[in-house]
């Protein structure tokens, strides 16, 4: 099946036909009464990303006040920098943490799941 350039329609004429299916989904939803298998996974989703965030705040806090007390610092800019890049190493290095050790869970090793 080999279809010309000219017979197909254009990327804007395809990328608007796909718009226009996501303005229609609400009404398809609302019609089929199945609004819990949208908000359902959003709502999971939002819970778990707050709590996610929670321990990544509570995880630097803490990580922050323990390097603080490990680190005698006189100067109070310099001490509050130490804590704030503290702060900012854990909200990478947590996520990244988190999700190698659901996948070491699940079984997957690490160059399997790996897109080269």
Not at 11 to 17: D, Q, T
Not at 24 to 50: E, K, M, N
Not at 67 to 72: A, E, G, H, S, Y
């Amino acid at each position: 099946m080999n279809s010309s350039p000219l017979s197909r329609p254009s990327f804007l004429a395809g990328f608007i036909l796909g718009l226009k299916g996501y303005v229609r989904v609400p009404a398809t939803l609302q019609r089929y009464g199945l609004w819990h298998y949208l908000l359902a996974p959003a709502l999971v989703s939002l819970v778990l990303s707050f709590a996610i965030l929670a321990v990544v705040i509570l995880t630097a806090t803490g990580l922050s006040w323990l390097v603080d007390r490990l680190v005698d610092v006189s100067i109070g800019w310099l001490d509050e920098l130490i804590n704030w890049m503290v702060g900012i190493l854990m909200a990478f290095v947590m996520p990244r943490t988190v999700s190698s050790a659901s996948r070491a869970k699940s079984g997957a090793s690490t160059i399997s799941t790996m897109r080269l």
